[in-house]
Nanobody, 125 residues
Framework: VHVAESGGDLVQAGGSLRLSCTFSGLSFRLYTVGWFRQAPGKEREGISC????????YYADSIRGRASISRDNAKSTLYLQLDNLQSADTAMYYC???????????????????WGQGTQVTVSP
């Protein structure tokens, strides 16, 4: 399985980004998938997930109301739209698929596998 994240960039506070994550070698449509991020000096945290049977979704408090997760099963691609970006959103963003089960609450790293290299989001003041 190969996972590739893209879409990260340097943006000004208040801006928007759409992150993408493409899976290959996986029956993508059968899995819950999620987004995680790791800020400098902090542990990786789960911020959003979406079940294989959309619309089961979850958003962490830190992004709820300004983020939208979606998936395109035909393209084996996961998306995360982030709006009104703030400096606290600066982090490396990763995606992965859940080993089994739906999206139900905060994604736990131990429940997920097949990680990409990440895409960097940097928000300037």
């Amino acid at each position: 399985v190969h996972v590739a994240e893209s879409g990260g960039d340097l943006v000004q506070a208040g801006g928007s980004l759409r992150l993408s994550c493409t899976f290959s070698g996986l029956s993508f449509r059968l899995y819950t998938v999620g987004w995680f991020r790791q800020a400098p000096g902090k542990e990786r945290e789960g911020i959003s997930c979406i079940s294989w049977n959309d619309p089961g979704t979850y958003y962490a408090d830190s992004i709820r109301g300004r983020a939208s997760i979606s998936r395109d099963n035909a393209k084996s691609t996961l998306y995360l739209q982030l709006d009104n970006l703030q400096s606290a959103d600066t982090a490396m963003y990763y995606c992965a698929n859940r080993i089994q089960g739906p999206c139900s609450g905060s994604p736990r790293e131990s429940d997920y596998r097949n990680w990409g290299q990440g895409t960097q989001v940097t928000v300037s003041p």
